[in-house]
């Protein structure tokens, strides 16, 4: 949860030269492997996976986990949706818990377009019931509440609010899912609502229109810009590079450092 800590994502079919690239950079890991409906289903897979990632000779204490996120709403009017919610996201944690990491990441599941105040209200309370008690059921992890299709941040800034006083509880901010979706909020407005709860970033690169995940420096994201926002409201987070490749990570680590861009 500390300003300068830089994620990638380890590709267990390429670990040696993930382990190199993090150890160069002093990046830590953010698992991708338990995310999936299919993932979470083969149980012997990701025990072994587990097991595996256990066994490598690193320090895991600031590692986070991307949850599961297709389908997860708990705050639907459907109890038996709630349940496979709930429980899919206990999966999660129950697997970030066995590696022994930080926090895990899960997405808002908000209908981006559907404005009725009576839904905005249901999603606030069900989620700051339901994020309290698993706060409460898993004592060891921090949680990060990630904008996915979100079209602003005023949601997400009010369940910051209103969870404030649980530390363990933080708001990531995709800084690329806003640059695409929040098509009509300013990123400056994102940042600067969202600070007081910002632990955890995703960043990468796109064309401001589709969710591209380039790597860093490769769209046309403003990177001067986005130094600018998290200096200038004293963002103090951990920053995941969400990108898939050892050649991509490593040309958005040289271009960050080269640009100072944190």
């Known amino acids: 949860m500390k300003k300068g800590i830089i994620g ?8 040696k030269r ?3 690239l993090a150890e160069e950079y002093g990046a830590v890991f953010e698992y991708n492997d338990f995310m999936l409906p299919q993932q979470l289903d083969q149980t012997d897979e990701c025990r072994k996976k587990v097991d595996f990632y256990r066994k490598l000779d690193r320090d895991r204490s600031e590692d986070t986990l991307h949850g599961a996120f297709l389908d997860i709403t708990v705050h639907s009017q459907d109890a038996m949706i709630r349940e496979i919610s709930r429980k899919r996201i206990y999966q999660s944690l129950r697997i970030a818990e066995d590696l022994e990491i930080r926090g895990v990441v899960f997405h808002t599941e908000l209908i981006a377009n559907y404005h009725s105040p009576s839904y905005r209200e249901r999603w606030l309370e069900k989620n700051t019931e339901f994020w309290s008690r698993a706060l409460e059921d898993f004592p060891g992890l921090e949680i990060y509440m990630e904008n996915m299709f ?13 969870m404030e006083s649980n530390k363990r509880f ?6 690329a899912h806003a640059a695409v979706f929040g098509t009509d909020i300013p990123l400056d407005c994102w940042v600067r609502e969202l600070a007081p709860y910002i632990r955890h970033m995703h960043i990468n690169d796109n064309d401001l229109k589709d969710d591209l995940h ?6 046309k994201i403003d990177w001067q810009q986005f130094h600018d926002l998290t200096e200038r409201y004293q963002i103090n987070a951990s920053i995941l590079l969400e990108i898939n490749g050892y050649q991509a990570q490593k040309e958005s680590l040289e271009y960050i450092r080269e640009n100072h861009i944190l």
């Open 18 to 20: 993930t382990m190199k």
């Open 150 to 162: 979100d079209e602003d941040e005023k949601s997400m800034a009010e369940l910051g609010r209103v």
């Open 170 to 175: 933080g708001i990531c901010l995709d800084y």
């Open 8 to 15: 990638i994502i380890p590709d267990v079919c390429d670990i």
């Open 214 to 219: 380039l790597p860093v420096g490769q769209g």
